[in-house]
C-alpha cells in the first residue's frame, strides 16, 4: 500500500485532482468529508464544539452552522486552533480506520487541506501538492464559489503558503491553467505513484 498526502490551497483544484486520482483506481480518504462526518448531529464531535463555541452554532435543526462557524474562526487564529483542536484527532482515528480496508498494492490517497498546517507530511510515503498562484485562487473562489472577495482572502490566509506546502511536496501539480492541462498531469503523476505501490509490494 502507498499512503499518498494530497494537499493543496483553498481553490487551487485538489477536488478534481482527487476526483481524476479516484477515476484511475485510487482509494480515496477525504479528511473534509470526514470533518463533516465527525460533527454530525448526535456525534461527541458536535458535542464537543457546541462545549467550545456554544449553541450559536447550531442551525434551529440541531446541526453544525458551517458558515458560522467559519465566520468566528476564519478571521481568529485562536478560535480556529481551538476547532481543530477537537475535529483533527477525531478525523485523524477515522482516516485510520478506513485505511485499514486498503489492499496490499492499493495506492491510498489521503485528501487533507491542512496537511501542510498541522505538520502530517510525515505520515505519507508521499506528498503531491496542488498548486496555484493566489490570483488564481482568489479568482476561482470569487467566481466559481461565489465568496466575496474579503472571505476569500481571509480563507486564503488562514492557510499555509504557497511557498510551504511546495516545500513539503514529493510532486507538484501545476493547476494555474485551464482544465484540460489538469489532466494528463494528473495521469503522470498517477504512473509514478502505480509503481512507487508495486515496488512496495
Same mark, same amino acid.
Given at each position: 500500500?502507498?499512503?499518498?498526502?494530497?494537499?493543496?490551497?483553498?481553490?487551487?483544484?485538489?477536488? =478534481?485532482?482527487?476526483?481524476?486520482?479516484?477515476?484511475?483506481?485510487?482509494?480515496?480518504?477525504?479528511?473534509?468529508?470526514?470533518?463533516?462526518?465527525?460533527?454530525?448531529?448526535?456525534?461527541?464531535?458536535?458535542?464537543?464544539?457546541? =462545549?467550545?463555541?456554544?449553541?450559536?452554532?447550531?442551525?434551529?435543526?440541531?446541526?453544525?452552522?458551517?458558515?458560522?462557524?467559519?465566520?468566528?474562526?476564519?478571521?481568529?487564529?485562536?478560535?480556529?486552533?481551538?476547532? $481543530?483542536?477537537?475535529?483533527?484527532?477525531?478525523? +485523524?482515528?477515522?482516516?485510520?480506520?478506513?485505511?485499514?480496508?486498503?489492499?496490499?498494492?492499493?495506492?491510498?490517497?489521503?485528501?487533507?487541506?491542512?496537511?501542510?498546517? $498541522?505538520?502530517?507530511?510525515?505520515?505519507?510515503?508521499?506528498?503531491?501538492?496542488?498548486?496555484?498562484?493566489? +490570483?488564481?485562487?482568489?479568482?476561482?473562489?470569487?467566481?466559481?464559489?461565489?465568496?466575496?472577495?474579503?472571505?476569500?482572502? $481571509?480563507?486564503?490566509?488562514?492557510?499555509?503558503?504557497?511557498?510551504?506546502?511546495?516545500?513539503?511536496?514529493?510532486?507538484?501539480?501545476? $493547476?494555474?491553467?485551464?482544465?484540460? =492541462?489538469?489532466?494528463?498531469?494528473?495521469?503522470?503523476?498517477? =504512473?509514478?505513484?502505480?509503481?512507487?505501490?508495486?515496488?512496495?509490494?
Amino acid at each position: 500500500m502507498l499512503k499518498v498526502g494530497l494537499t493543496g490551497g483553498i481553490g487551487a483544484g485538489k477536488s =478534481e485532482v482527487s476526483r481524476l486520482f479516484v477515476s484511475y483506481g485510487a482509494v480515496l480518504i477525504d479528511a473534509d468529508k470526514i470533518a463533516r462526518e465527525v460533527v454530525e448531529p448526535g456525534t461527541p464531535g458536535l458535542a464537543a464544539v457546541v =462545549e467550545e463555541f456554544g449553541a450559536d452554532v447550531l442551525t434551529p435543526e440541531g446541526a453544525l452552522d458551517r458558515p458560522r462557524l467559519g465566520s468566528l474562526v476564519f478571521s481568529d487564529a485562536g478560535r480556529l486552533a481551538a476547532l $481543530n483542536a477537537i475535529v483533527h484527532p477525531l478525523v +485523524g482515528a477515522r482516516s485510520a480506520e478506513l485505511e485499514q480496508l486498503a489492499g496490499p498494492g492499493d495506492v491510498v490517497i489521503h485528501d487533507v487541506p491542512l496537511l501542510t498546517e $498541522n505538520g502530517l507530511a510525515p505520515l505519507y510515503d508521499l506528498v503531491v501538492v496542488v498548486d496555484a498562484s493566489p +490570483g488564481t485562487q482568489l479568482d476561482r473562489l470569487v467566481r466559481l464559489r461565489g465568496m466575496d472577495e474579503t472571505e476569500a482572502r $481571509n480563507r486564503m490566509a488562514a492557510q499555509a503558503t504557497r511557498e510551504q506546502r511546495r516545500a513539503v511536496a514529493d510532486l507538484v501539480i501545476d $493547476n494555474d491553467g485551464p482544465l484540460e =492541462e489538469l489532466e494528463p498531469q494528473v495521469r503522470k503523476v498517477w =504512473e509514478q505513484l502505480r509503481e512507487r505501490a508495486a515496488e512496495g509490494r
